[in-house]
């Protein structure tokens, strides 16, 4: 079935720095979201891109879905505590079934 | 505004006791309706979902069943717990496909459940 594979697991940086996580697939993508999951909680939807070579942003947030739709990716300009969590990307299971595949996140501290 | 509520918050049951946890939803019909399953640190793990009352779809065969008695209620019961049954459980609702995009989906607070 479809699969999203995301890099890197992990990531520490020093607070100010900035961030990159991707999402990739051997298959072309209908459209990926993304989630954020603080320590503790649960994921919140972030955003959706659908079209090839999309870019969305939310305040330091960078959104990009690939031109081939077979990649994407969250960059964070000057990170802040706030920041930490977990980011997932997911994606629509193949044949347009009702449900999500979830990459398995990348995990983000923050140093002050 | 829609509201997603799981209860209860943490859980600790011996190994082989029952289970049920549930999920209610509130402020939309008609939603998809999600089990997930997160061991610690690790990512989510779709155990059921459904699309109706009475529909359910498993997604990895184990010990646990899901149940949607009414149209925004999902439950997920066990008749005897296993150790690797501990985990983070996260119910979540989606508006329904219906020929459109897939829509985001909303998870409610999560309960942490370890068996003993």
């Known amino acids: 079935g479809q699969q999203v594979m995301q890099i890197p697991q992990y990531q520490h940086v020093q607070e100010g720095e900035d961030f990159t996580t991707y999402c990739n697939s051997s298959t072309t993508l209908s459209n990926i979201q993304w989630y954020k999951q603080r320590p503790g909680g649960h994921p919140v939807f972030l955003i959706q891109?659908?079209?090839?070579?999309e870019v969305k942003k939310q305040k330091r947030l960078t959104f990009q879905f690939g031109e081939a739709k077979k990649n994407s990716s969250l960059h964070i300009t000057a990170t802040q505590t706030t920041d930490v969590g977990t980011y997932f990307c997911?994606?629509?299971?193949?044949?347009?079934?009702?449900?999500?595949?979830f990459g398995k996140g990348t995990k983000l501290t923050v140093n002050p | 505004s829609q509201t997603i509520h799981q209860w209860p918050a943490t859980l600790v049951q011996p190994v082989g006791s029952p289970l049920s946890l549930e999920c209610t939803v509130e402020g939309t019909s008609n939603p998809n309706l999600y089990w997930y399953r997160q061991a610690a640190g690790r990512g989510l793990q779709l155990l059921f979902y459904?699309?109706?009352?009475?529909?359910i779809s498993s997604e990895v065969p184990q010990n646990l069943s899901a149940s949607r008695p009414q149209d925004r209620q999902f439950i997920l019961s066990s008749k005897k717990l296993l150790l690797s049954d501990s985990g983070f459980y996260l119910c979540?609702?989606?508006?329904?496909?219906?020929?459109?995009?897939?829509?985001?989906?909303?998870f409610g607070p999560g309960t942490r459940l370890t068996v003993t």
């Open positions: 979540a609702w989606s508006v329904r496909y219906g020929g459109q995009l897939l829509r985001e989906q909303y």
């Open positions: 997911a994606t629509i299971t193949q044949g347009g079934s009702e449900k999500l595949v």
């Open positions: 891109l659908v079209k090839s070579g």
């Open positions: 459904s699309v109706g009352i009475g529909q």
